[in-house]
């Protein structure tokens, strides 16, 4: 028990110096330098995590771990926070078992319960902290196992080439799934379009030709710089999304503006497609001179081979005119 507790303070200490802001005092800075006792990949990702506005904002806001050292005892009979550690020697990461205080407590099985075996070799691999799994940088060429309590999936920067069918399925908790930066050329029909929790898709810098279907509770959708042509993406795709708010399209060769856009929406952008034309309705509704879209803040056009200043009654029910050519 001893050990155990002397590696959940450990793995504390690494999590507290990986979220801790790097202008901090000087303890904070003392336990940086014990986290550069690890090997060098795990620190570098680290850093890379810590970097990532994004992520410091999720970690911060669900995890709190840069939390007093007291939180000790309530992490782990809770079940519901997993921490992942590091062996005395700094060699491999471990996993700390879920080990009930009371051992005539009934066992509840944790975020990598013994049922999800493949998850926890992905753990190994991977960085599993609460339901997020980190994948970036570690050059897999494929999804791995998930475990069934994943909300949040990270996978930037390696050598996927495609999402399959099963990629995914039974994820009832994911909420993100981010593979920005990979060679993904294909996604299944079905492969997302079953998770009834997904809100935030990043599929940025892939070689994409077409957007599978999407669940209805999307919230941002990111597809830049793949190579999207305008019959790559459904008919009315964005239609139901009620969520929607931001649609990243830039850098494809979209054609025309995907429509209808959903009234949610804030934020579209089209930075560098191949739009030629937008009409009244593109945005606004010349059947209803009183419309107004009032949430839709910005719409990027330029680098786009169109003037804006043909259609000047395309704007009139926004909050502001379009970014582009006049
Ligand atoms: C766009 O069209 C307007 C009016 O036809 C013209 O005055 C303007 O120079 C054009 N702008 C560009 C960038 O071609």
Redesign the pocket.
């Known amino acids: 028990m001893k050990t155990f507790a002397s590696v959940l303070l450990l793995g504390l200490l690494i999590l507290e110096a990986v979220f801790a802001a790097p202008t901090k005092n000087e303890e904070k800075a003392k336990k940086f330098k014990q986290i550069q006792l690890l090997p060098d990949d795990h620190f570098a990702e680290a850093e890379f995590l810590n970097q990532d506005p994004r992520n410091v904002y999720e970690y911060e806001d669900e995890l709190t771990i840069n939390e007093p050292l007291i939180e000790i005892g309530s992490l782990t009979p809770s079940g519901s926070r997993e921490l992942v550690s590091y062996d005395s020697d700094y060699e491999e990461e471990e996993y700390v078992p879920y080990e009930p205080l009371d051992p005539g407590a009934p066992s509840v099985p944790g975020f990598l319960g013994p049922e999800s075996k493949e998850g926890l070799s992905t753990c190994l691999m991977c960085t599993c902290l609460s339901g997020s799994v980190y994948c970036d940088d570690t050059d897999i060429k494929s999804i791995p196992a998930l475990p069934k309590e994943t909300t949040h999936f990270y996978a930037r920067f390696n050598k996927l080439t495609n999402i399959k069918k099963g990629d995914f399925a039974g994820l009832n908790h994911l909420k993100r799934i981010d593979v920005t930066g990979n060679r993904i050329s294909s996604i299944d029909e079905d492969a997302l379009r079953q998770l009834p929790e997904l809100v935030d898709l990043m599929l940025a810098s892939n070689e994409l030709v077409q957007l599978p279907e999407l669940p209805k509770t999307m919230v941002s959708i990111d597809a830049s710089y793949n190579k999207l042509h305008s019959n790559g993406i459904k008919k009315e795709a964005f239609k139901d999304m009620n969520n929607l708010e931001y649609l990243y399209l830039a850098g494809n060769g979209l054609n025309y503006v995907p429509l209808p856009l959903p009234e949610s929406l804030r934020s579209i952008n089209l930075q560098n497609n191949n739009v030629q034309q937008i009409d009244d309705d593109t945005f606004c509704n010349s059947k209803d001179i009183h419309y107004i879209r009032k949430a839709l803040e910005l719409i990027r056009l330029d680098g786009n081979p169109i003037?804006l200043?043909?259609t000047p009654h395309a704007y009139i029910c926004l909050p502001h005119v379009p970014y582009g050519?006049?």
């Open positions: 003037n200043s043909k050519n006049y």
